[in-house]
């Protein structure tokens, strides 16, 4: 049985369900260079989330929570989303990864929609769904938000130094 460590976290895979054939047929793996199914996250040996599929490229992780109804979904809370994505990304740049993605798919869902901040798409348009990553580093997301206040204030010179240590982080990392 293969684990994965991402301290504290450990991903072990769990039996996969039947009813998961149809996302498994769905799942556009184009881009990706590996994909793991049906993985727990552990922390501490206590089960913290489960995934239904992992996937991943040189610098870039997408983790995907697949429900095979609507009613499903709408049992699944806008808050246990949030902390579903919030586990990924922490998983996602404890494994490396400068980029994530986390998405939830829904079978027999009409149309694309959003719930906790994240993107919930319907099974059929997941063949063609092109991943939109951002970055599991909270330092750089800070900063872009910083870059983007004064840039609105019109502090061309602090909007300059973010830039240069934007750059020295960047350099930085793995």
């Known amino acids: 049985m293969i684990e994965l460590r991402s301290d504290p976290y450990v991903l072990k895979p769990r039996v996969s369900p039947d009813t998961e054939t149809d996302f498994r047929i769905h799942l556009n793996i184009g881009w990706c260079r590996g994909v793991l199914f049906n993985v727990v996250a552990l922390k501490n040996s206590i089960a913290m989330v489960e995934y239904d599929a992992i996937l991943w490229s040189e610098d870039s992780v997408m983790f ?4 095979d109804s609507v009613a499903a979904y709408k049992n699944l809370s806008s808050r246990r989303i949030q902390q579903m994505a919030g586990l990924a990304k922490n998983i996602g740049r404890g494994l490396g990864y400068r980029k994530y993605n986390f998405l939830v798919v829904v079978k027999d869902l009409e149309e694309k929609t959003c719930k906790g901040g994240v993107e919930v798409l319907p099974l059929y348009l997941l063949g063609s769904y092109e991943p939109v990553f951002v970055s599991t580093i909270t330092e750089l997301d800070f900063l872009t938000k910083l870059q983007a206040k ?5 502090k061309l010179d602090a909007v300059k130094e973010l830039e240069t240590l934007r750059k020295i982080i960047e350099m930085e990392l793995p």
């Not at 995907?64 to 429900?67: F, L, N, T």
């Not at 004064?150 to 019109?154: F, Q, T, W």
């Open 150 to 154: 004064y840039s609105r204030e019109g």
């Open 64 to 67: 995907v929570e697949y429900k």
